[in-house]
């Protein structure tokens, strides 16, 4: 998972939200539209500094989608460029944190993983209508406490 000094998002929704799960433990009643989030923890991708977004919970079997939506608008949202960079991210779901590897689906398996992600919330499907980008989905994978950041893996 990655470490480092914290640095809150410039955004004031991101931020309360995050400050509300730091300061419970737990991602239970973050909602967005009623419905539940996650907090998933990288590097910035320019900053090197530690990020925390909420993000829409779509899990299926252990894995979870970050779906890259940014409610439709043209550009990708920040976090995008941060994962494909430094790929070795923390989840938190409720009050359990985990390390995971965050890989971009294409294809089949995206289509798989985008019809759990309107499932989980209906309005990502608005969204996509709303912009000419593909809305970028990544699968997050467990991994294990010690698993190194990508540049120490692929060097």
Do not use: C
């Amino acid at each position: 998972m990655p470490t480092g000094d914290y640095e809150p998002s410039a955004s004031p929704w991101v931020r309360e939200h995050v400050e509300q799960i730091m300061r419970t433990g737990t991602t239970e009643g973050i909602t967005i539209k009623g419905l539940p989030t996650v907090l998933l923890t990288y590097r910035g991708a320019r900053s090197g500094k530690i990020r925390k977004t909420p993000v829409m919970r779509v899990e299926y079997g252990g894995q979870y989608a970050a779906v890259a939506s940014k409610g439709g608008e043209p550009t990708n949202p920040q976090w995008y460029a941060s994962l494909v960079a430094e790929p070795v991210v923390g989840l938190q779901d409720g009050t359990t944190v985990g390390g995971y590897r965050a890989r971009e689906v294409f294809d089949d398996e995206k289509a798989v993983w985008w019809r759990r992600a309107v499932d989980a919330y209906p309005d990502f499907a608005d969204y996509q209508l709303r912009t000419d980008r593909l809305i970028p989905v990544f699968v997050l994978e467990p991994v294990d406490a010690n698993t190194p950041a990508r540049h120490a893996v692929e060097d």
